[in-house]
Every structure is written in C-alpha cells, then in structure tokens.
C-alpha cells in the first residue's frame, strides 16, 4: 500500500513516520514540500504520490498565535483537510484525519462523546471543526480521530516544559483548572497503524465501512497541575530537579491570546468498541514516555 503521511515532523507524524512503516511503502512529507495554506501544493503532491492512503497529521497547533493569524489557521486547518478529501476520493484513497477536544467549549463536567454538539472557544477550535466538517461533507472513505493534549519528547510539549523548568525553578506554578486527556504521541500512532492493521482486503473500502468521527486520547483526565506532578514523579532523571513545590495557579494568571476548554476530557468508548483497541490509562503512557528516553 502506497500512504503517503502529512507533517511528518510534528509531534504526532515523526511517531507515525515509523509505526506505519510495517504497513506498505511510506511517502513523508512536511512544510515547506507541502504546504497546506496552498491548494496548488496539495494537489501537486497527492497527485505526485499517487497514495492509496493519506494521513494527514499536518496541523496550525499554535492555539494563541491562531488568534492573530485567523485566516491562516483556517487555510491550514479548515479549508486544506477537505481539499485533502476531495483529492483523496478523485484517487479512490482513503484519508486518515485528526481533529481536537478544543472543538467543544469545555462547560459538559464530564467527558465528552462524539454526540455531543461542538462549541469552539477560540480560533483553533473553529478551524479545526471546520476542517471536520470539511472531510465529512466530502463523504470519501475517511476516519477522523479527535484527540486530546497531545505531547512527545521529540518536540516542545507540556511534558519537556515542565522537565525544563524542573531543572531552573525552586516552585512551579501550574493551573489545575484546565481539565483534559493527555495523550502520548507514540501511543496514538501506534493505535493508528494497529487500526490500519485490522482491515483486511481493500483498505479504503473497510475505512469507507467504518467512517465516522471517534474520540481517541489517553484514558482518564486530569486537570495540568495533576499531569505536571506526574511529570516531575516519573522523571528518570529526578536528581537534575531543584523544583521543590508546584503551586496551583487559575489560568487567568497566565495572561494568553486563546481562551481554553474548562474540561475537553474524550470519551472513547465508540473507538473502543468499534476497533476493540484502547488507549492505556494517560498515566500509564507517561510513565512508559518517560521511561529511558532523553528528552531534546
Ligand atoms: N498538540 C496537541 O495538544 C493536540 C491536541 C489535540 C489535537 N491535536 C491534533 O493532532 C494532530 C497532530 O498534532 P501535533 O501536536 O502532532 O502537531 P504539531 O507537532 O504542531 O505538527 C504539525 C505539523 O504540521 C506542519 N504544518 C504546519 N503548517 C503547515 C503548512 N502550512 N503546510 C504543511 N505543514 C504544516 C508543522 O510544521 P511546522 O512545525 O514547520 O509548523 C508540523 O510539522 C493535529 O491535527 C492537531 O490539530 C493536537
């Protein structure tokens, strides 16, 4: 099978780069090869690569500069995803796509299904729900997995902040009034190519059979200030820290463009049964992360 992956550097692409490999022959593309606020560019490539598959791990993730470059975040995450599909279906491809928690507006106190109504509170979250409804409207054979707090050690992520700033603060001070799932890049890609796995025969036909939208984040939440204790818990290198205390803090103190989700926790039942495949519980994940791997 021919895939050809999007954003291969970003957090999540550098994880799938190497967990699709056992799956066919990869084609690893990132900005500036491909450059999503460009339709030109999309087509070039998708028509360059001739994929069977496409997963598109290409996003803006930058949720505060998203506010003062709304057009952008909107090319890249709104508008290229359904160029993305359409391109996909002309290809007879199938489209793998991820989507984010930030699409609800945080209020529900409890995790959220897929029924549930999007609400977006800040720029991202609407360019992501349109990217959403963009693929969706296009009707291919495509899944789109929404998930939650993603990190990794290869790139800036909560997790290698909090390290770094073990090793230079005496007190930290976290807001534990953000609550969500946090979700370690590898082991999404990893249940990404397990689920790519399962179809057997015609790929782009079983993905058709099993279109939808499927909440896919690490099992459980926790509010930031829980995570970044955890964090500091399961460093492997406990003995470089001179953080003594994590003070909890609101988010208000941390004047930023974006507004947040109270609580983006995902419900990942439907992913669960559908694919009977589940993410660890989040703390699980950390703990294996963090386990023999520097970070950059
Ligand atoms: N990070 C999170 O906490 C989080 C939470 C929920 C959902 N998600 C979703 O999960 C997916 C993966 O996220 P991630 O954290 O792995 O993202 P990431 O680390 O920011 O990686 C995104 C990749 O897309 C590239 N990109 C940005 N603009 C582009 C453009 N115009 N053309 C082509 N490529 C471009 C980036 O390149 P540059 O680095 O050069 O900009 C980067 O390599 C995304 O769909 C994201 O929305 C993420």
Redesign the pocket.
Known sequence: MRILL?????????ELHRTLQPLGKIFA??????????PD?IYKTLQEYQPELII????????DRAESEPE?AM???GR?PGLIAEQAQALCAGLI??????VFDGKKGSPYVEADIPNPINV?GRS?LE?ERSVSQINGSYLI????????LH?E??VTKVLRWSRKKQTLRIASDQIGSP?W?RM?AEITAQVLAKASGDVVHWIKNHKAIYHL?GNGYANRLEWAQLILDYDPKREEQITQEIQPAVSSDFPVAALRPEFSALNCNIFNNTFRLCMPDWKVSLRLALQGEGFF
């Open positions: 999007l954003g291969k550097n970003g957090q999540l692409g550098w593309v990132d900005y500036p090869e491909i450059d999503l606020t460009s560019s598109n791990a290409a996003a803006y993730t930058d949720v952008i090319d890249v995450n290229a796509h991820y989507s984010t928690d930030y991202y992501k990217g997995l929404r998930t939650s707090w993603v990190y990794s790139r992520s909560f979700t890049a999404l984040a």
